[in-house]
């Protein structure tokens, strides 16, 4: 059984940032499997990952814009970090990327901000809105699952930290910091 979006659509939990996930990732695609074309759920499930931007463009539109926003965002973020240390930020910025002052604004504040938690929430929800934005005028098509599959995944990253050690997590950064 293939291509039954609006069924699947309105069959999935609609989400709300900072909210628990409803499902594992791999929980999604399992549902997703089902009800979507082989090709379809071929995009999903090769959504990049940041450190892979740089490997190309894809044939999906949504897809590119998210990675276009993203990296912009990580920019705005490198130049904001570097602007306080006093360096250069040419040799961090991802060339593929246009400058985006709208995002200047969430990434200094971000970077501004005292808790690296609190900082790191602010730019999900920058995200979040970017997702929404990309989502609009789209209701039961793969652009849809697609912002649905991002937002997911930002709610697991929230959900592993609310998680983590801390114990755990600092030990981990002190043996990574001494090398």
Known sequence: ?????PYLVSSLPV?????????SFE??????REFIPAD?????CNLPEPARYVDGRTQQKTVNEWIKFDTALRNELVKARTQRMHHEPSSYLRRDA???????????????????LAAEMSLDEVRWKA??????????????LLTYALKLLILIRWERVHNADPGGILEHALQTARG
């Open 98 to 116: 246009s400058p985006d002052p709208t995002l200047a604004a969430a990434a200094t504040a971000a970077v501004a901000n005292p808790s690296l």
């Open 40 to 44: 379809d759920y071929a995009v999903l």
């Open 15 to 23: 989400l709300h940032f900072g909210m628990k996930p409803p499902f």
């Open 131 to 144: 997702l929404d934005e990309l989502a609009a005028g789209h209701h039961f098509d793969l652009e849809l």
């Open 1 to 5: 059984m293939t291509d039954f979006y």
């Open 27 to 32: 929980r999604f695609l399992e549902i997703c």
